[in-house]
């Protein structure tokens, strides 16, 4: 059953987004599952297949757990195919690894088709490699076009970091067009994140996307969401993302402060 959720527009430097706001985790977990189901549902109506970008992090767990179980046979899993946002660049078996914990909290357990599944090429070295192959791994799929994820999930860094985008990397630097932008970055996180080797997609790539969907909870991600979300220009890196088609921030009330 839905929880009731709170719901409102707003512009976030220039740009709409819809935010709901839910009870708790649980809720904010349910609604984001339907909404990727919905999203799926739409997007087969004009498409032959969906593609998703995953988040790393904690965030997702609770809807990855959904996927797997409740929501696993709603999900045409034959169409999708399944990208990352960013990983950390260990090896999959590290408990650090956003595809490791994907993998061990649902892929592992849905009928997708292996070849439909992309994660992000750790075992390439040096990383600046393994980006530069995840960007041809866009380009192939994409025909050679910008990548149009039809969904990519994000959370949100309590310093108001997304996907490995990092205050310190700032991300106005990076807003080139998606044409002539680099696509995959290999990043070194600032001295205070553990492991500081990434793989990220840049903000035009994620920017390029039909939609992105925020899932943020907690009490320690308040101030993040205030300066982003309730702020009309903030400049934390989770300000500048938005999507071609819809722009979506679930939070939970802890996360909205109230
Ligand atoms: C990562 C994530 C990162 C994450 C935020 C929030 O690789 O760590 O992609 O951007 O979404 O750090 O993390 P939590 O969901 O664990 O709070």
Known sequence: MLEKADSLRTAIRGHEALVRIFPDKEALSLAAAEYLIGAVETTLQEQDAFSLALTGGSSPNRLYELLAGPCRDRIPWDQLHLFWGDDRYVPRDDPASNQGAAFRQFIDHVPIP?????????????????AAAYQETLLDFFDGAPPTFDLVLLGLGGDGHIASLFPENHPERSLTSVDEATWV????????VSPRSRLTLSLPAINWSRRVLFIVHGAQKQEAVRKIVREPNGTLPGAYVHARRQLCWYVDKAAWGV
């Open 114 to 130: 292996a070849e439909q599944v992309y994660p992000m090429p750790v075992d390439i070295s040096p990383a600046e490699a393994a």
């Open 185 to 192: 970055q290999a990043i070194l996180a600032p001295a205070r």
